[in-house]
């Protein structure tokens, strides 16, 4: 079974930056997709980047033109570049498949301090 494992998170000023990660324990198909989720407290998950191919970006009007996602086919990785931080961006953060979604990881918690 699919391990998703998410890294990067912590603790940063607004207008700070972190990179996140997501490692599969698995061969990921470079076909499929990979998104990356987030939940902030007493919120429901909610996606706000996706890559559903090598070709194609999409992210939500909250964190277009600060975060980057991309993606390492041969390391079966996908990243989160996130600049600009903001309070309202703290949350835990997950990866999963775009397509075939898997079991969710731990995610990882990234708090912004205003």
């Known amino acids: 079974q699919v391990q998703l494992v998410e890294s990067g998170g912590g603790v940063v000023q607004t207008g700070g930056s972190l990179i996140l990660s997501c490692t599969s324990s698995?061969?990921?198909?470079?076909?499929?997709?990979w998104a990356w989720y987030r939940q902030a407290p007493g919120m429901q998950r909610e996606m706000f980047a996706s890559m559903p191919n090598d070709e194609i970006t999409r992210y939500a009007d909250a964190v277009k033109g600060r975060f980057t996602i991309s993606r390492d086919n041969a390391l079966n990785t996908v990243d989160l570049q996130m600049n600009n931080l903001k309070p309202e961006d703290t949350a835990v953060y997950f990866c999963?498949?775009?397509?075939?979604?898997?079991?969710w990881g731990r995610g990882t918690k990234v708090t912004v301090s205003s």
């Open positions: 698995e061969r990921i198909d470079s076909r499929d997709g």
């Open positions: 999963n498949l775009h397509y075939s979604p898997r079991p």
